[in-house]
Nanobody
Framework: QVQLVESGGGLVQPGGSLTLTCRAS????????TNWYRQRLGKSRELVIR????????TYLDSVEGRFFMSRDIAKNEVYLQMTSLEPEDTAVYYC?????WGQGTQVTVSS
């Protein structure tokens, strides 16, 4: 059974950095487009950033442009969301999505 698992969330101070990891079982992430979504409290889930199967990346949220980056390690079958200069407004549950599959989400809290 396909399973996506996110990890790396936590509590970080404003201005800090975190890297989230998305791992998949039973298939190769790099064969498909991978998306990172987030859902802030009381808000709908929003697409943050996308990596296409060939590796190109598109950022969909203006507020994270230049601060959030995606990368991957094909050998490890992992995709990463590198978040820098974090702001309290980035507090959310972050989800990995690939080929219609979703992870369970990982909480990121930005607070002093």
């Amino acid at each position: 059974q396909v399973q996506l698992v996110e990890s790396g969330g936590g509590l970080v101070q404003p201005g800090g950095s975190l890297t989230l990891t998305c791992r998949a079982s039973d298939y190769r992430l790099s064969d498909y487009t991978t998306n990172w979504y987030r859902q802030r409290l009381g808000k709908s889930r929003e697409l943050v950033i996308r990596m296409y199967n060939k590796g190109a990346v598109t950022t969909y949220l203006d507020s994270v442009e230049g601060r959030f980056f995606m990368s991957r390690d094909i050998a490890k079958n992992e995709v990463y969301l590198q978040m820098t200069s974090l702001e309290p407004e980035d507090t959310a549950v972050y989800y990995c999505n690939n080929d219609g599959w979703w992870g369970q989400g990982t909480q990121v809290t930005v607070s002093s």
